[in-house]
């Protein structure tokens, strides 16, 4: 309330504004809940100002994929080119990624785990994702050295990749020996890098140690063929060595910066929940402005997970 006595006038606040507040909701409260309160409300959402980070990671997880692919042109439309960090969770063809680098002028957090994009389409948008300084392609089965070795390439300011495999994942492949090269020989800038369960060696784990001189975070756990000794990873003073050994699991989500590791050994952080998950609500309401109403997105929400039910165990294979 303000002095006068009089309450604040919510709907007069600046877009900008309002973009700030919003982005703290949930998605389901922001598309359906927010339009309806009053139109400068949902010209706000209709506008960037509430996606310049589109955090859709869990909800992607339970979408069709034909569902997720109109939803994220609808919302990465909206952000209008101011898009900085984009979660989501496995975008199922090339078109797909191919939209999102299209409008990535801005774009420098991206995460796509469990996407299935193929080398041939990062080879020909990663020039496209040159703001890009942290990157999760974790799971992604289809794509290899060629991938990395082009968004080395483009991305010059990359300093964090994320490229944790499944382990039964990678039981068919005999080395993947050529995407540390692929890494060292690129990506120079790397302060952060995780690559759990890849299957690579000592010696490729040296290439990306010479190569890039400001790493501080090195995850290799379940990476078996790789030895270390200690007193060559103590000539990196700043370096944090996490692995080959996996000493447990337990439910926490991934490091997003270097400040969150504090020894040189520890646990490969899984996020898998086994058990109901949620009951799925369908939403299908709202009136839009824009082309693409909200009748035409199919919206499955859930909220939390049974935790008398929940384990932690080999995190989800795509």
């Given at each position: 309330?303000?002095?006068?006595?009089?309450?604040?006038?919510?709907?007069?606040?600046?877009?900008?504004?309002?973009?700030?507040i919003?982005?703290?909701?949930?998605?389901?409260?922001?598309?359906?809940?927010?339009?309806?309160?009053?139109?400068?409300?949902?010209r706000?959402?209709?506008?960037?100002y509430?996606?310049?980070?589109?955090?859709?990671?869990?909800?992607?997880?339970?979408?069709?994929?034909?569902?997720?692919?109109?939803?994220?042109?609808?919302?990465?439309?909206?952000?209008?080119?101011?898009?900085?960090?984009?979660?989501?969770?496995?975008?199922?063809?090339?078109?797909?990624?191919s939209?999102?680098?299209?409008?990535?002028?801005?774009?420098?957090?991206?995460?796509?785990?469990?996407?299935?994009?193929?080398?041939?389409?990062?080879?020909?948008?990663?020039?496209?994702?040159?703001?890009?300084?942290?990157?999760?392609?974790?799971?992604?089965?289809?794509?290899?050295?060629?991938?990395?070795?082009?968004?080395?390439?483009?991305?010059?300011?990359?300093?964090?990749?994320?490229?944790?495999?499944?382990?039964?994942?990678?039981?068919?492949?005999?080395?993947?020996?050529?995407e540390?090269?692929?890494?060292?020989?690129?990506?120079?800038?790397?302060?952060?890098?995780?690559?759990?369960?890849?299957?690579?060696?000592?010696?490729g784990?040296?290439?990306?140690?010479?190569?890039?001189?400001?790493?501080?975070?090195?995850?290799?756990?379940?990476?078996?063929?790789?030895?270390?000794?200690?007193?060559?990873?103590?000539?990196?003073?700043?370096?944090?060595?996490?692995?080959?050994?996996?000493?447990?699991?337990?439910?926490?989500?991934?490091?997003?910066?270097?400040?969150?590791?504090?020894?040189?050994?520890?646990?490969l952080?899984?996020?898998?929940?086994?058990?109901?998950?949620?009951?799925?609500?369908?939403?299908?309401?709202?009136?839009?402005?824009?082309?693409?109403?909200?009748?035409?997105?199919?919206?499955?929400?859930?909220?939390?997970?049974?935790?008398?039910?929940?384990?932690?165990?080999?995190?989800?294979?795509?």
């Amino acid at each position: 309330m303000e002095g006068d006595g009089e309450f604040r006038r919510w709907d007069e606040l600046l877009p900008d504004a309002l973009g700030l507040i919003f982005r703290n909701l949930p998605l389901q409260e922001i598309l359906t809940v927010i339009p309806r309160v009053c139109k400068p409300w949902g010209r706000a959402v209709s506008g960037p100002y509430c996606w310049q980070v589109i955090d859709i990671e869990k909800w992607s997880q339970r979408c069709q994929p034909e569902t997720l692919d109109r939803m994220l042109q609808m919302l990465i439309t909206r952000s209008s080119g101011s898009l900085r960090k984009l979660c989501v969770t496995g975008i199922s063809n090339d078109q797909s990624f191919s939209f999102i680098a299209d409008n990535a002028k801005s774009l420098q957090n991206l995460r796509l785990p469990r996407s299935e994009i193929s080398d041939s389409v990062v080879e020909q948008v990663a020039g496209r994702l040159s703001s890009v300084t942290f990157l999760d392609v974790s799971y992604c089965r289809n794509i290899g050295s060629l991938a990395l070795e082009a968004i080395g390439k483009h991305c010059k300011l990359l300093m964090g990749l994320r490229r944790t495999m499944h382990p039964l994942e990678v039981v068919d492949k005999l080395s993947q020996d050529d995407e540390a090269l692929a890494i060292a020989t690129t990506m120079p800038k790397l302060k952060q890098l995780e690559v759990a369960y890849l299957l690579i060696s000592t010696e490729g784990v040296l290439k990306i140690l010479e190569s890039c001189p400001d790493l501080e975070l090195l995850d290799v756990r379940g990476c078996w063929n790789v030895k270390l000794d200690e007193s060559f990873v103590k000539k990196f003073s700043r370096l944090k060595v996490v692995g080959p050994l996996v000493v447990d699991y337990f439910g926490m989500k991934g490091w997003d910066d270097c400040s969150n590791y504090s020894g040189s050994s520890g646990y490969l952080a899984w996020d898998f929940v086994a058990g109901d998950v949620g009951v799925d609500d369908e939403i299908s309401y709202g009136d839009w402005e824009d082309d693409q109403s909200v009748e035409d997105v199919e919206m499955r929400f859930y909220d939390g997970f049974d935790s008398e039910n929940a384990a932690f165990d080999w995190p989800l294979s795509p």
